[in-house]
């Protein structure tokens, strides 16, 4: 889980383009982001196991 002091400091608007970071939905975690699904690899992989990403099935090969 991100710091909740993150958290509320990157919902501001910043003030260089740079700074923007993508945080997962969630918990708000910044590493591991996919931004195809706006989580971050914790949340997706428990999302996907649960069926609630359409389109998203376990791979077995």
Known sequence: ????SDIVKFQKAQKYKTRQVNRCLICGR?????????????CFRKAA??????GVLKASW
């Open 1 to 4: 889980m991100a710091k909740t």
């Open 30 to 42: 910044s590493r591991a982001y996919m931004r195809k699904f706006g989580l971050c690899r914790l």
């Open 49 to 54: 196991l649960a069926g609630e990403i359409p």
